[in-house]
């Protein structure tokens, strides 16, 4: 058998681009290699703070991001996501600067997630940042205007600890305030029928969210895992 080369890095479909951060990522959050079942390739994006990719827009930041992403495709990707469910903005840029499939954001899933529902259910969007989550990023990821969105509070452990890339993170009270949102955006909108987790970071407590909501929950986690198999199909032979 003959094969050829061209990569520098093989068996590794997906290539992340992440935020420069330092807050504890436990197992399930997108930039803790366990949480994978398949290798994936990661990228910092240096100066790219959580602060500045979802409360001030992302500015100046596009190009990083593309150069980031050519180099991991330089490496071996075969595709692009990126740790941040707001980077939503930067699809079409990156889509069209970048010559392998992109999946940026969480997000995208809704359209997708809304056409699974019966008649008269609507998938909601569960964010670490309701105030900023704005309707360029709904736009952006396919999702309807009148999207239901609820967040974490802005003041909470959540919060706090991921935007303000604290070193520190009390894990169950970030579950509480996880499970306590969800429930308020279930509560405020009884035509809910699933909810799709913006957040990377939120992860871990998709499970709870579940129990605790009784919906379908979707996040980062099914989107790259879906995202992967396309890119590198499993043999059954």
């Not at 994936?40 to 991001?65: E, Q, T």
């Not at 809910?192 to 407590?205: D, F, K, R």
Request: net charge negative; hydrophobic share 40%.
């Amino acid at each position: 058998m003959i094969i050829s080369g061209g990569k520098a890095v093989y068996g590794a479909s997906v290539g992340i681009l992440m935020l420069e951060a330092q807050f504890p990522r436990i197992p399930g959050d997108m930039g803790n290699g366990m949480t994978w079942p398949f290798p994936v390739l990661y990228k910092v994006i240096r100066n790219a703070s959580p602060d500045l990719i979802v409360r001030r827009g992302a500015k100046g930041m596009l190009d990083n991001f593309v150069q980031a992403g050519r180099e991991l495709i330089a490496d071996g990707a075969e595709g692009i996501t990126t740790n941040c469910g707001f980077l939503a903005l930067f699809q079409d840029e990156l889509s069209s600067k970048l010559e392998v499939p992109v999946a940026t954001s969480s997000l995208m899933q809704v359209p997708m997630v809304e056409s699974l529902l019966p008649n008269g259910k609507r998938a909601g969007i569960l964010t670490i940042s309701s105030a900023t989550l704005s309707p360029q990023h709904l736009q952006k990821a396919g999702c309807r205007p009148d999207t239901p969105i609820g967040g974490t509070p802005e003041k909470g452990v959540f919060t706090s600890v991921i935007l303000n890339n604290q070193l520190e993170l009390d894990t169950e009270q970030a579950r509480r305030e996880n499970v306590t949102a969800a429930m308020e955006l279930k509560d405020a909108n009884p035509d809910l029928g699933a909810i799709v987790l913006e957040c990377t970071n939120m992860v871990p407590y998709a499970q709870d969210i579940q129990k605790a909501t009784g919906l379908p929950v979707f996040s980062i986690y099914n989107f790259v895992t879906w995202f992967q198999a396309g890119l590198n199909p499993p043999d059954f032979r």
